[in-house]
T-cell receptor, first 113, second 112 residues
Framework: GQNIDQPTEMTATEGAIVQINCTYQ??????LFWYQQHAGEAPTFLSY????GLEEKGRFSSFLSRSKGYSYLLLKELQMKDSASYLC??????????????FGTGTQLKVEL | KAGVTQTPRYLIKTRGQQVTLSCSPI?????VSWYQQTPGQGLQFLFE???????NKGNFPGRFSGRQFSNSRSEMNVSTLELGDSALYLC???????????FGPGTRLTVL
């Protein structure tokens, strides 16, 4: 099975930088995703990591260390609209074939003035 | 290119009834996954379909079922509804099962 942990809530100031951590345990790691979900809306894809290192996309960056079972999402120059839940999801390669995506419970980020 | 669409967007049912939810994937996407989202449990995987075949199934009772059609559209059915089935049901599509999943707006099901 899988175990994915991320903080429940975080608060940050507009214009600042925030790092949201995610740790996981899995037997057949095959990629890690970050999604953003605003209240009442569907999750939207932010980033994908399958190899160790940093992936940068504008104000958003995601880092992965497979040996440590660890990822983080870095948000720079925070804006009020970044207030949302951030979901870490791990794709597991199944022994019988196929893949399964398991989500963490999400980190609720609140951006304040 | 149009995104994932789900119908209906909102649904109210009573205990014991059954419900069918529909999902149309992004054009060209052949894989469709379904998730249940509740405040307490987060996003829980229901099942995944690819080329009309169920590839994976989550830990949900047999009351939850689904299917995929030749045009990749998918439906999920919940029979004998219980109060605990009240949730947001999300559908996500991807090109292949190993690709990034893109979510639809969801169907908000309320069971009274």
């Amino acid at each position: 099975g899988q175990n994915i942990d991320q903080p429940t809530e975080m608060t940050a100031t507009e214009g600042a930088i925030v790092q949201i951590n995610c740790t996981y345990q899995t037997s057949g790691f095959n990629g890690l995703f970050w999604y953003q979900q605003h209240a009442g809306e569907a999750p939207t894809f932010l980033s994908y990591n399958v190899l160790d290192g940093l992936e940068e996309k504008g104000r958003f960056s995601s880092f992965l260390s497979r040996s440590k079972g660890y990822s983080y999402l870095l948000l720079k120059e925070l804006q009020m609209k970044d207030s949302a839940s951030y979901l870490c999801a791990v794709r597991d390669r199944l022994t019988g074939g196929g893949n399964k995506l398991t989500f963490g419970t999400g980190t609720q980020l609140k951006v304040e003035l | 290119k149009a995104g994932v669409t789900q119908t209906p967007r909102y649904l109210i049912k009573t205990r014991g009834q059954q419900v069918t939810l529909s999902c149309s994937p992004i054009s060209g996407h052949r894989s469709v996954s379904w998730y249940q989202q509740t405040p307490g449990q987060g996003l829980q995987f229901l099942f995944e379909y690819f080329s009309e075949t169920q590839r994976n199934k989550g830990n949900f009772p047999g009351r939850f079922s689904g299917r995929q059609f030749s045009n990749s559209r998918s439906e999920m059915n919940v029979s004998t509804l219980e109060l605990g089935d009240s949730a947001l049901y999300l559908c996500a599509s991807s090109l292949q099962t190993t690709d990034t999943q893109y979510f639809g707006p969801g169907t908000r099901l309320t069971v009274l």
